[in-house]
């Protein structure tokens, strides 16, 4: 079977009142691929993604999503309680800041447990089993797994949002700016994670990040926003090393060496 | 791939580079380039400095972006039209015919010289035990002490570097090699086991694209010498 893109995105436009916000974006996600969007703040990238992954009701455009079972569904058109379920079940999004897609008072372990047991996953033994090995994966002492991550430091709780992300084995996630906010080693550190793991369970994601750095690092593919709009896409080091739109080389003649 | 098939086929290569920032000055680094690489064959690219010869293999590489003519690469059976084609078919190209040494390696934090090495086999699906012993042992090979083996290189020296940047690409057999300066900062033992790495690769049915200023390395290792044109004036 010739093989297909996971995710068709196209014509996706949000506004603002009568500003818009993401104008008539339009991609493709392949299975196993890591796509970059860069841009800087205010590009639109953040809404976009909001957008692609149901946090924030778009006000026009398709994403049509290659289920697991197999048909391809239109997330933005799909009924709620459908739309929720795969985005619970096939979907991750790993938030910015971990606060915000962790629960900070229930333990460590929970948090990871938690995506399972909405899977209806109920032994007890296992889930705590699994929780254990994936703070293992990313490399959180796991002698914390009843701690809660208010407990934790910025790095962790970061690795920690994103082994919750991971254990149901998603498809498709994604990250804005998941190394944002953090030091400069726990970024590498992170960033270190993120490459193994993507490889190891070959899941396909959307990388949002200003940090070309990041994106060299991290994808295969970029896209560059500038004022709601995708001016440039292309292979990642393609772009960053001879880039072809005027803001794209603007953003990459103002990079520190990347 | 056939012998008598060329391995690369470039035609009518145009590349250009448009300085937006410099208020849209044009640099015309390629201008309609013809050249076939054929298996077992070593073609070292010859002209002045910004003649084009980096340019043209990063071309060949999906590392820029021609502006017109044809790069037909043999991958797989059949070829493959370079130019225009989608960043997955440049990467497939790149996971299984095209390997590049470029000029310095790009070091990835925390990511040891081993597993830079061991990646292109992971990559194709070897397992990471055999991954390892092999990488382990091109790395000896090259001369690397063992102690460094699980260290980034990011605190090595240029020529140990160079060595890793080396090992990662001749690790794969790759049918088609562009090698950018490979020998530049190595001293004489060890250049002397690099041309050997490039000569076996060669005899193995190899097609190699090189670039080497080092007159003991392009003697040992050219079939062939192709020129490259001096860079005409910049247009506005």
Redesign the interface.
């Known amino acids: 079977m010739k093989e297909q893109p996971i995710l068709e995105v196209s014509g996706l436009t949000k506004r603002f009142g009568v500003r818009a916000a993401v104008r008539d974006v339009a991609f493709e996600l392949w299975p196993g691929e890591v796509l970059g969007i860069v841009g800087e703040s205010g590009s639109g990238k953040t809404t976009l993604l909001n957008c692609v992954g149901g946090r924030l009701p778009a006000d026009g455009g398709e994403v049509l999503y290659r289920t697991a079972a197999g048909p391809a569904v239109d997330m933005l058109a799909l009924a709620e309680a459908e739309r929720r379920r795969l985005l619970r079940t096939e979907w991750g999004f790993v938030h910015q800041n971990p606060r915000d897609g962790l629960r900070l008072d229930v333990s460590a372990g929970g948090n990871v447990g938690e995506r399972l047991m909405a899977l209806g996953h109920r032994h007890y033994g296992n889930l705590r089993q699994a929780a254990v090995d994936w703070l293992d994966h990313v490399e959180i002492d796991t002698d914390r797994v009843d701690d809660p991550p208010r407990a934790f430091s910025g790095g962790m709780q970061q690795r920690l949002q994103i082994a919750r992300n991971l254990v149901t084995h998603p498809r498709v996630v994604l990250m804005d700016e998941p190394t944002g906010g953090l030091d400069v080693s726990v970024q590498a550190r992170l960033l270190d994670l993120l490459r193994r793991l993507v490889r190891e369970i070959g899941v396909s994601a959307v990388i949002v990040t200003h940090d070309l750095g990041v994106a060299r690092l991290l994808a295969d593919r970029l896209l560059v926003m500038k004022g709601g709009e995708v001016v440039e896409g292309g292979l990642t080091d393609r772009l960053l090393d001879d880039p072809h739109h005027p803001y794209t080389q603007l953003l990459v003649s103002s990079a520190l060496s990347v | 791939m056939r012998a008598d098939e060329p391995a690369l086929r470039i035609r009518s290569l145009r590349k250009s580079?448009?300085?937006?920032?410099r208020g849209g000055v044009r640099l015309d680094a390629l201008r309609g380039v013809d050249l076939d690489l054929f298996p077992a064959e070593c073609v070292v690219l010859r002209g002045p400095s910004g003649a084009g010869k980096s340019t043209l293999m990063?071309c060949v590489y999906?590392?820029?972006?021609a502006d017109s003519g044809s790069i037909r690469v043999a991958h797989d059976g059949s070829t493959v039209e370079l130019v225009g084609a989608a960043?997955?078919q440049?990467?497939a190209l790149r996971r299984g015919t095209l390997g590049y040494v470029s000029q310095f390696l790009r070091v990835?934090?925390?990511?040891s010289a081993i597993d830079i090495v061991a990646e292109p086999l992971?990559a194709r699906g070897v397992a990471p035990a055999d991954a390892c012993k092999r990488a382990a042992s091109l790395l000896e090979r090259l001369n690397i002490p063992a102690r460094l083996f699980d260290l980034p290189p990011a605190t090595f020296s240029g020529g140990e570097q160079q060595r890793v940047n080396i090992a990662h690409v001749f690790i794969a057999r790759y049918p088609i090699l562009l090698l950018d300066e490979p020998t530049a900062s190595l001293d004489e033992a060890n250049r002397a086991v690099v041309i050997d790495l490039i000569q076996e690769a060669r005899r193995d049915g190899a097609a190699i694209l090189a670039i080497l200023h080092d007159a003991t390395a392009r003697e040992a290792l050219a079939t062939r010498i192709f020129e490259l044109a001096p860079r005409l004036a910049e247009v506005a």
């Open positions: 580079f448009t300085l937006h920032l990063r999906g590392n820029y972006a960043p997955r440049v990467h990835i934090p925390r990511v992971l």
